[in-house]
């Protein structure tokens, strides 16, 4: 899934490591998201989007496979 997370996480200030540790992950989920090799639970896309006062659809670019 296409995202934002790198760009918002630099906009905040924010490591991988500190930006995972506010939200209760590992540094190698936020590297997965990053580099869309995994997609979030509804429950860390919540988090996410409250760390960074936006909305889901703000961080995730949500596209149907055919």
Same mark, same amino acid.
């Given at each position: 899934? %296409?995202? %934002?997370? %790198? ?6 200030? =924010? ?10 992950? #590992?540094?190698?989920?936020?590297? #997965?998201?990053?580099?869309? %090799?995994?997609?979030? #639970? @509804?429950?860390?896309? +919540?988090?996410? #989007?409250?760390? =960074? ?5 703000? @961080? +995730?670019? +949500?596209?149907?496979?055919?």
């Amino acid at each position: 899934m %296409k995202n %934002k997370l %790198k760009l918002l996480r630099e906009n905040f200030g =924010f490591t991988q490591d500190q930006l995972a540790t506010l939200v209760d992950v #590992s540094r190698q989920t936020i590297i #997965s998201l990053e580099r869309e %090799k995994y997609d979030p #639970s @509804i429950q860390l896309a +919540f988090k996410l #989007s409250n760390i =960074f006062s936006c909305t889901i659809e703000d @961080i +995730f670019i +949500f596209k149907e496979e055919n």
